[in-house]
């Protein structure tokens, strides 16, 4: 529920949308991504942007007090993740329409991103063009993908079977999964979560079962091999501790 995530007492800049335009809201942990789009999205006579968030929570709070025609969400931000903000938007809103972005173009978070309701993705690598044309088909009742993300899922992106190792794991646990691969620890995972740290504890014990993992690194390594995240760097360097791990063991 959208009441489990935002602070009702909180005031939140909402711009009203003009008429006739395709009222769009911004979602993404990068400013200079916001910035960049609104821009482009400035210079179209037939969109507008009428609010900007930095988070799935933000998110939340805006589509409590407006009702944007448009959601271009970031698949993964900190707190609850653009995956779980789409779902519960969506279920809060269901005349939205979600287009996921993502740098991630395989994978598990363009499936888990259009099995939570999200009408089109496109990668950050998406030329302006292509931005664009998702928006207006989008709003006109139609989906999209781009091709990279299409090729990757087969003929049908929008009802993809589940064959990744993370599929396994129920919506929770891929939140929790998403989480911990962030560094979050416990007991910050459970204060935005609203979850008592022991359940948190229980959820990351079915996590590294369900996975065939010990530890929260080896969880990073799968998440990186599995689309989950987009850190090779970090994955470099976790399987070079892994390595030394178990030569010392």
Known sequence: MVRDYIDLNKNFNVNLPSMNLISI?????HELVRCGIARLIADQPDMEVVGEASSGEEALQFIFHSQPAI?????GMPGIGGIEATRVILDQLPSARVIAISSVASGVIPAQMLRAGAQAFITKRSGVGEMLK????VHSGQRYVTPQVATQMGLDPFNQRGDSLFDK???REIQIS???TDGKKVSQISDLLNLNPKTVYSYRYRIFEKLGIRSDVELTILAV???LTDNRGELEQLSALQSKLSDVV
Do not use: C, H, T
């Not at 809201?25 to 942990?29: E, F, N, Q, T």
């Not at 959601?71 to 698949?75: K, P, T, Y």
């Open 25 to 29: 809201l911004l979602v993404d942990d």
């Open 71 to 75: 959601i271009i969400m970031d698949a």
């Open 134 to 137: 998702a928006i207006r088909l």
């Open 169 to 171: 794991l129920s919506r």
């Open 178 to 180: 998403q989480m911990l």
């Open 225 to 227: 091999k599995y689309g």
